[in-house]
């Protein structure tokens, strides 16, 4: 089978390799769909700070059961699966107390052990869910992060009948305003300074869209919510405007969840965040009950992930697809590579 490996940021080569056997209690799966995402980019310009080279890439995946070991027992041969990529101890404090993604010594496949860039991949049973057939491989490469989503949404807590602004329209940013809805929220808000970004969160569905070069986040937040403002602001873009626009605007008391990735130190106003009693909350990757519930949205069509699939490129061209979304930052969403082709 063919491997694709990373031998140093911007290399890929193809490596023609035995197909894996599962253990006692793994799968083999074959490999459909990857989806590539902006912490992939970073590993391929070199700018990851956790991961090393070699590395084989890809944690966002969809694909089909074709070898069960002999202890494994909760998946069967034929069964459309995604893989959940975080490695864990199971003894650390997090893990003990089900906080497995906060885990001591965590682990994510495709970043610091081995991902899922290869025809074949063997993995424990218990990192595998299973996708209702109705979903395409699309799709199923997409719950990853949507889970990520859903983890997010749910670091606020009941969202029933609340405000939510999203700061960012990346994949993230509009897969939080899709799951925030799905997830009983009144009405959403997303801001970004990309029109293109904006459209697709408007394909999405998302109620109201500012571009925050022409409208400001302040005046954003109360045409769309009135006087009280939003009752959550998740950031998804990550950098000091954006949680500067936060800080400075939320409601006094209501909420802040940082849900991207800061990628220096950040350098905001903590006197406004002390004197208006806000609540600054983080979210981590997901656990295995947010994928099972960003399945349940897609199936229930509380969210579209399709608006997201900015195209397909065959396996073969991996590097290809790397350069195309350098090329292409404004108008990429989701890339996924196609196994098939």
Excluded: W
Aim: aromatic share 6%; proline share 4%.
């Amino acid at each position: 089978m063919l491997k694709a490996v990373m031998t140093a940021p911007g290399e890929i080569e193809f490596r023609d390799v035995e197909v894996p056997v599962p253990g006692e209690n793994e799968v083999l799966i074959k490999i459909r769909r990857i989806g590539i995402c902006g912490s992939d980019i970073h590993v391929y310009h070199g700018k990851h700070p956790f991961t090393g080279y070699p590395v084989t890439q890809g944690h966002e995946v969809s694909g089909d059961v074709v070898g069960v070991g002999a202890g494994a027992t909760r998946v069967r041969a034929g069964q459309k699966v995604t893989i959940e990529p975080q490695v864990f101890c199971g003894k650390c404090h997090p893990c003990r107390h089900g906080k497995y993604n906060l885990c001591e010594e965590l682990k994510v496949m495709g970043f610091q052990t081995e991902g899922m860039a290869a025809e074949y991949f063997c993995v424990d049973e218990s990192k595998v869910t299973v996708l209702p057939e109705e979903l395409s491989y699309d799709e199923g490469a997409m719950i990853e992060p949507l889970a990520v989503a859903v983890h997010a949404v749910r670091r606020f807590g009941d969202m029933e009948g609340k405000n939510v602004a999203v700061l960012g329209a990346g994949p993230i940013g509009i897969l939080v305003a899709q799951a925030a809805k799905g997830m009983g929220a009144a009405r959403v808000m997303v801001t970004d300074i990309l029109p293109t970004r904006l459209e697709k969160a408007r394909e999405c569905g998302v109620d109201d869209v500012y571009d925050t070069t022409e409208t400001g986040f302040g005046d954003a937040l109360v045409r769309s919510f009135g006087p009280d403002k939003a009752d959550v602001i998740y950031d998804c873009a990550g950098n000091d405007t954006t949680m500067g626009q936060a800080i400075q605007h939320a409601r006094k008391g209501s909420t802040i969840i940082l849900t991207a990735v800061f990628a220096r130190l950040a350098k905001v106003d903590l006197a406004v965040l002390n004197d208006h009693e806000l609540d600054l909350n983080t979210t981590m990757m997901y656990r295995h009950e947010d994928f099972v519930k960003a399945i349940e949205l897609v199936r229930q069509k509380k969210v579209d992930l399709r608006p997201l699939m900015s195209g397909h490129f065959p396996f073969r061209q991996y590097s290809e697809t790397y350069r195309h979304i350098d090329g292409n930052r404004e108008t990429s969403m989701k890339i996924l590579i196609d196994m098939d082709g």
